[in-house]
């Protein structure tokens, strides 16, 4: 469907799985694939092609909360692969709570960490080696939740929320440079976690993480050359 041979993209969140069925969608369109993640013990397993084809890979671990940990990360893609033509960002997490009035701080701390502060600590990070080319595409990962608020969730919509106007206001700053930045909106993914969590939904209406794959590569794709700042909803049925 997409073709990116000779091109390089990093995959935040690698291990995850959406994260996972990005990386995979990238390597099988012929990227050589940044695979990035916390903890990297668990990608060999995920990703056999380590083994079998190791020159389109570079497994780093990140911290996206600490920018040196970022830019260590961008660093040692440069210097493996030399150029970063595509960023798609799927760090991020839910918690639930109480009431607003009653949720404690380190609750709303964490989720705005989690899924705002990392985006952008990332997108800072990977910048000036775009800016330097003229040119990269970068995908963040938002939610149908970051449209409106909903009970005993405001610190999740709220994070959610803040990605999208991120992206926006920093494709608009960045659209002359040549880069793009835009983001996902999708709906339940249907993976292991959500159905043990939701055994009587109807899983067929869910979307599947290689659905949402398919918008992170044509973001990222000639095809999208003109959209910025964009916040595309991937719902499936639901």
Not at 152 to 168: D, I
Request: proline letters at 5%.
């Amino acid at each position: 469907m997409f073709d990116f041979t000779d091109r390089v993209a990093l995959v935040t969140g690698a291990g995850g799985n959406l994260g996972r069925a990005v990386a995979r969608a990238f390597y099988e369109a012929g990227a050589r694939v940044v695979l990035a993640d916390r903890t990297t013990e668990d990608l060999p397993g995920i990703f056999p092609e380590l083994e079998t084809d190791p020159d389109r890979f570079l497994v780093h671990a990140v911290d996206l909360m600490q920018p040196e940990s970022a830019q260590g990360l961008v660093g040692a893609a440069l210097d493996r692969f030399g150029q970063i033509d595509a960023v798609a960002n799927t760090v991020g997490g839910f918690r639930s709570g109480p009431a607003a009035g009653d949720m404690s701080l380190d609750v709303w701390d964490f989720l705005l960490n989690l899924n705002a502060r990392t985006a952008l600590v990332l997108t800072q990070a990977v910048v000036p080696a775009m800016r330097s080319r003229g040119q990269g595409a970068i995908v963040h990962t938002a939610a149908r939740a970051a449209l409106s608020g909903s009970k005993n969730v405001a610190a999740y919509t709220a994070s959610k929320s803040a990605v999208v106007r991120l992206t926006e206001s920093m494709a608009a700053e960045l659209r002359d440079e040549g880069i793009r930045i835009n983001c996902v909106l999708p709906g339940t993914i249907d993976t292991p976690e959500n159905r043990a969590e939701r055994p009587n939904a109807d899983f067929s209406k869910w979307v599947a993480p290689e659905a949402i794959a398919d918008v992170f590569l044509f973001l990222c794709s000639d095809a999208a050359r003109a959209i910025h700042g964009a916040a595309i909803p991937v719902y499936g049925r639901s």
